[in-house]
């Protein structure tokens, strides 16, 4: 079991920054290696943000994001950032972190055995 914990979001004005971490705890050894950020806006489907895989080589980026987000992790502290930089009001919507089973050049896979954070907002106002 993995317990993943989400901080760091808020309001933010267009063209500002935040930077979110996802906190993991429990078995993270063994499940905690590749993981990602996906979002979901109101009455929109969830969607993949982006992914980091266990090596850190690999990163993957949606195109809505790509150049403006930036994925990191410090496995000292077992935690997974997600620099947002010149945010819009399109990013508005609650933010999860999850582990995956796999990070590559076209994105993120999960599956049941897969664990997700509670969600935190992020609000852009225009």
């Known amino acids: 079991q993995v317990q993943l914990v989400e901080s760091g979001g808020g309001l933010v004005q267009a063209g500002g920054s935040l930077r979110l971490s996802c906190s993991a705890s429990?078995?993270?050894?063994?499940?905690?290696?590749?993981a990602g950020w996906f979002r979901q806006a109101a009455g929109k489907e969830r969607e993949e943000v982006s992914c980091i895989a266990g090596s850190d080589t690999t990163t993957h980026y949606s195109d809505s994001v790509k150049g403006r987000f930036t994925i990191a992790r410090d496995k000292a502290k077992n935690t997974v950032y997600l620099q947002m930089n010149s945010l819009k009001p399109e990013d508005t919507a609650v933010y999860y972190c999850?582990?995956?089973?796999?990070?590559?050049?076209?994105?993120?896979?999960?599956?049941?055995?897969?664990?997700w954070g509670q969600g935190i907002e992020v609000t852009v106002s225009s």
């Open positions: 429990g078995d993270t050894l063994n499940y905690y290696n590749t």
């Open positions: 999850a582990t995956l089973q796999e990070c590559t050049d076209v994105g993120g896979r999960y599956n049941a055995d897969d664990f």
